[in-house]
DNA sequence: GATTTATGTTAGTCATGACTTACGGTAATT
DNA sequence: AATTACCGTAAGTCATGACTAACATAAATC
């Protein structure tokens, strides 16, 4: 399941946007990934478990390595929320705006 | 200045969120917003100053009653970064697509 | 002008989470 | 089979932030 709630969240790092980032150029073993970054290899492993528990990437197993990628599907879930919450965002607005105009005609 | 650090992390908390999208129905004064929350009315004070921070929404004085609403620039910030970052991770897997099958080739 | 209404701010508490170190497990290598 | 490479987990520390209660401020009302 993919939830909001948690990719928002997984998102709001700035540890784990910049894994993600990293992400989206190609798929990437743990050690890659942790070289480059200012913090510990176990700290990056903590980080794609909530990243995966968010439903952004999916992992494989490649011999010792891991390999993680992101998951379109978790991308796309945030994309859909977001439009949504975008076009419920503009109706409200020009509601709002004919109330305004209606509200002025009745003033005069 | 629209940060997606900032938007995102404002975003991130469930109770900052639900306020968001109360408002994304349409303005509202503070009071009205915290009648209806499980929290006290500092609490949506606090929340509604980082989401402002974060250029998600604006304010407007109207007597002793100060009106929030949704601002639809920060908004469209977060949708552009996530578009452009969509379209980086898609090409990136095409591009991942491509040397799979080059590889295979190879091998005959 | 005193009171009420509506809100922002401050101080303090408590829970959460990001991080490191140490450890355990699995697969490749020799 | 011992060693090495690669990774996940556990425990513990420390900073951050969400929350409440108390206080301060500004406008409307009486």
Redesign the interface.
């Given at each position: 399941m993919t939830n909001i709630?948690l990719a928002?969240?997984a998102?709001?790092d700035?540890t784990r946007?910049q894994i993600f980032?990293r992400l989206?150029?190609?798929?990437s073993p743990v050690g890659v990934l942790a070289d480059g970054l200012p913090v510990s290899r176990p700290a990056v492993s903590q980080h794609l478990k909530v990243l995966k528990e968010a439903g952004l990437v999916s992992d494989e197993s490649q011999g010792t390595r891991r390999i993680y990628r992101?998951d379109?599907a978790g991308?796309?879930a945030?994309?859909q929320w977001?439009?949504r919450?975008?076009e419920?965002?503009?109706t409200?607005?020009q509601?709002?705006v004919a109330r305004d105009n209606e509200r002025r005609k009745d003033q005069g």
């Open positions: 709630n928002l969240i998102l709001s700035p946007r980032e989206a150029a190609g798929p992101i379109p991308l796309g945030i994309r977001l439009d919450f975008w419920v965002a503009l409200a607005f509601a709002e």
